[in-house]
């Protein structure tokens, strides 16, 4: 994208100055668009900007968990959805704790979004519109769901993740979620 605009700025540049036309107005200086000047940079850019996407992801992730699960302390029928929900929030506050202090160390320092996806707001929106057995029956679904999706990203990135701290993270957490992903299962 970045390249491309370049281009295009750089074609316009030449067709203008092609023209010749002379004119006593003061010419502005063209825009300077910063981009990588080797392949390593544009390399390093792109491996940023996938780990800011991964980074982003989990922490939606995250966030969707603690808040589906305050939903469910409060909501839900049975002391085991209500036990589950109560490690959900413990677990997920954690990992954003990790999560951030590893995008943080990462060079660039990468800064993740928790800004749910749209679907995760849908979901919320559902479970919160729900009572009795019909929420536990969503609260359990949306785990179940969630921590899928979860696995898949991390291992995902674990696999083929660019910015190392992040890769070393989605390994790691790769066993805790597979473990909750069970536990949904079960409630």
Do not use: W
């Amino acid at each position: 994208m970045k390249q491309s605009l370049l281009l295009a700025v750089s074609l316009a540049a030449l067709g203008l100055a092609g023209c010749n036309k002379q004119s006593d107005e003061p010419v502005e200086p063209a825009v300077s668009v910063a981009t990588p000047s080797s392949a390593a940079e544009a390399g390093a850019v792109a491996a940023v900007d996938k780990g800011q996407a991964f980074a982003n992801i989990a922490a939606a992730s995250d966030a969707f968990e603690i808040e589906s699960s305050k939903l469910a302390i409060t909501k839900a029928t049975t002391a085991k959805i209500k036990a589950f929900a109560n490690d959900m929030v413990e677990a997920h506050t954690k990992s954003t704790a990790q999560l951030k202090a590893v995008a943080g160390a990462a060079s660039p320092a990468i800064t993740p979004d928790a800004a749910l996806s749209a679907a995760q707001k849908a979901t919320l929106d559902q479970l919160g519109a729900k009572s009795g057995t019909d929420f536990d029956r969503a609260y359990a679904a949306a785990q179940v769901s969630a921590h899928e999706e979860a696995l898949d990203t991390l291992k995902g990135y674990a696999a083929g993740g660019e910015v190392a701290s992040l890769k070393e993270f989605a390994s790691k957490l790769i066993p805790t979620v597979a473990a909750h992903l069970n536990m949904a299962k079960s409630i």
